[in-house]
C-alpha cells in the first residue's frame, strides 16, 4: 500500500516512515502542501496523511487541490488542533477522516485500512 | 395644594435656610431680595448695600462676564422660558451652578425673575474623582483582560505543540511494545511500560490544558443525548479500581431511584466523575473510603461522591474550582502531577449541562463533591 504524508514536523515524518514501513506500507513524505501537491501526482498514493498547520500551502487548501486533480483521493487529515469546527471544515474540504494528535498507531492503521477497503 | 397650606407663615424661614443663594432682581436688574446664603458668602455686603443695587454691582464681575447672565435674566424677561441652568468654573477651581426663573404676576407680565446659584465645587470634585477612578479602573480592566487572553492563548499554543512530540513518542513506544523493535528483555518491557504510563499522564495534562482553554473561549462543545448516569458513574469507578486498589481503598456505588431521563455529554460526564474520582483517591489515605451516591430529586439528578479523607478547608472550598489553583499552602508544598484543572474542568462541563457543583467538607473529616444534572422535563 502506498501512503504520502504531509507534515512540517520531520520528527513526526520520520515515526510515520518507521512504524508504517514496519507495518509493510511504502512510505513517501512531504514537508507542506505544495510539495505534498507534486508527490501525489508522482505517485498517486492510496491514502494521504495530511497535517493542517504548514507552510506554503495549508492542509485544508492542499487536500481542496488533490482532490481536483484526482476525485477519489483517500485523504486522513491528522492535527494538532482541536479547535471546534476544524473537523467539520476538513470533511467539507473533502478529507474523509479526521484524527486529532496523539492518536494510536493502531488506530490510525484501522483508518487507514477501512478507508483502502472501502 | 394642601402641604404648602400647611406651612404657610413659614415660607420666609424656609427661603432663610435654604443652603443655596437666592436673588430677585425686578426688571431693572436692581435687587429686590438675597436670602441669607448670599450673605453669609458675601464678604462684608448688609442688605441695605445689597437691596435696590444693580446686579451688577452686587455680585462679582468676574461671574458676571463668565456668565453672560444679565443678558439671560433679560431673555428669561422676554420669553418668559426659565433659563435651566448652567455650570461655570471659578478661578481657584471653584464650580457654581445656577438658574433663573421668572415670577409671573399675572399671565402676561412678569416683573420679576430668581437667581438661584449654588456651589458645586465639591460635587464636581468629587465627580471628577470618581471620573478618573472609573478611567483608572478601565484600563486596569483592560490590561488584566489582556492578560488573560495573553495566557489563554500561551495555554492553547502549548498543548498544541506539545501534541505532535507525544505522538512521535507514543509511535515508538507502540513500535517496542508490539515487538516491532525486537524481543524485549522483561526488564526492557517494564521500562517501557512505565514511560508508556508516563505518556499517557501527559497526555491528560495535555488534554486538560486544552479543555481549560476551550471552557475559557467559550469552545467546549456539549452533544446532548440521553445518557445513563448509573452507568457512567460504574463505568468510571471500574476504570479507577486499580488506582484506588494500589491504596487499599474501598469504592462503593449507591443508586437510589432511576435515573433515565437525563440528556447530555457521556463522555463529558465520565470526564467530571474521573477527576472527582481521582481526586477522591489522591485525597483520601490508604485504606480510606469512597462512596458514590446517586438519588432522584423532582428537578435534578444528584451525585455526591464521598470520601473520608484529609478535606478540604472552608476557606479554599470556593477556590478549588478555580484553574490554576492547587491550594493555600506554599507552592513548594504542592503534589506534583497536577495542573489545578482537574475541578475547573469539572465545573465547566457541570454548568455547560445547566447543573451545579460544590463541596461540603472540613479538615480532617473528609470530603463531599455534589453535582447535579437536570432531568429533561
Redesign the interface.
Known sequence: MKLLIIDDAPEMLRAFRDILEAYGCEVYVAENGEEGLARYAEVMPDVVLMDILMPKLDGISATKKILEMDPSAKIIVISAVGKSGLDNECLLAGAKKFIIKPFKIKELLSSINSLVAE | MKGIESVRGYQEEIIEAIPSTIIVVNRSLEVLYANRNYYAKSVAKRERDVLGERLSRVIPPMLIEKTGIIDKIREVFLTGVPFDGDQIRYPGGMFYFYKIYPLKEDEESISKVVIFMENITELTRLEEELRESYVKLENAFAELKENDAIKSEFISTAS??L??????I???I??FEGG?LGELSSVQREKIEIISSQIEHM?RLVEDM?DVS?LESK?L?INKYPIWVDDIARKAIDDLSRLAGLKEQSMSLTIEGSHSDVEGDGRRIKQVFNNLLTNAIKYTPEKGKIEVIITDEPEDVCVSIIDNGIGVAKKDQHRIFEKFYTGSGSSLTRESGRMGLGLAIAKGIIEAHEGRIWVASEIGMGSTFIFTLPKKL
Open positions: 498544541h505543540e501534541r505532535t512530540p507525544i505522538t512521535v507514543n509511535s515508538y507502540e513500535m516491532m497526555i486544552l476551550r469552545a462543545k
